[in-house]
């Protein structure tokens, strides 16, 4: 069946500020489904709080807008019961690594086959220009108005310490790769981040043109499985390192709860409803 972009956008239109980088995510994520020819009833969107936490209403797909920095693991429920779906989280810098960012180490660990999509803007955009925990030392916002005092997080390294078994850093300046490493990240089984570097043009901390000239691909003899190398770049700042700095293959969540479960399921007569029935009457 031959697709068109429009056939992945909802009826609700995005409300971001003019000349928002989550555009170019948006952007992005519609192209790299197109490409591998995903059906919008194949996919659901998991996201959280904060101006990237709107993306899944925009997305012609299942979609649920979650509680502040929960969409981790909502969406892990729900690979976790659809395992056929091709499921994805979305969420902010905020949203991800402030309240949420438990739920990353533990998501990590599951290995559980989604892909998260940490939109990072160094800064809370939607409640109007607080401190998030990336924003660079020394920064002034509302919550600091004397400057930051405490330094960013290093957000990348994080991930791959955590055992993350895809993780990827581009930007929404550079919309091709992007759609490029979400394609990567889709296909790869097991979970996925991106960190996502996209600027705020309402409340800047940086903007696409010191995005561009700080940006720089991964050298292309990186080891891809080579965590300490990943680590030492993803610390690096000058320049900042995109591309897939470390990438494993391990089981699956889904399949290892289809190996516990495989011993107990009863014999496939090929009508499920009589097997439903059964677990119903069973505990009725």
């Not at 489904?33 to 990237?52: K, N, Q, R, T």
């Amino acid at each position: 069946m031959s697709r068109a972009s429009q056939d992945y956008k909802s009826a609700v239109k995005p409300i971001w500020c003019p000349g928002c980088g989550n555009y170019g995510a948006m952007k992005a994520l519609t192209q790299a489904f197109l490409d591998l020819d995903i059906a919008p009833e194949s996919i659901a969107m998991v996201s959280g709080i904060g101006c990237s936490g709107r993306m899944s209403h925009f997305f012609n797909t299942y979609s649920l807008h979650g509680t502040h920095g929960r969409a981790v693991p909502t969406a892990l429920g729900v690979k976790a019961a659809r395992p056929d779906l091709t499921v994805l989280a979305v969420g902010g810098d905020g949203d991800g690594l402030s309240i949420g960012g438990g739920h990353i180490s533990h998501a990590a660990r599951k290995n559980t086959n989604i892909t998260y999509l940490l939109l990072d803007n160094r800064i809370y955009g939607l409640t109007k220009g607080q401190a998030s925990p990336t924003t660079d030392f020394g920064h002034k916002t509302k919550t600091s108005p004397f400057g930051v005092d405490e330094p960013p997080m290093d957000a990348l390294p994080a991930f791959i310490v955590y055992d993350a078994t895809f993780v990827a850093r581009s930007s929404t300046v550079h919309v091709a790769e992007l759609t490029e490493l979400l394609k990567a990240g889709i296909l790869h089984k097991g979970f996925s981040i991106l960190h996502i570097l996209t600027p705020c043009v309402t409340y800047p901390v940086f903007d696409a043109r010191t995005l561009k000239a700080t940006l720089q691909p991964l050298p292309e003899d990186h080891d891809r499985k080579d965590k300490m190398a990943a680590i030492v770049r993803g610390y690096s700042t000058n320049p900042v390192f995109t591309g897939i700095f470390f990438q494993t293959e391990k089981p699956t969540l889904e399949e290892r709860l289809e190996g516990q479960a495989q011993p107990f399921a009863p014999e496939r007569s090929g009508d499920e409803l009589d097997m439903l029935r059964k677990v119903l009457y069973d505990f009725a």
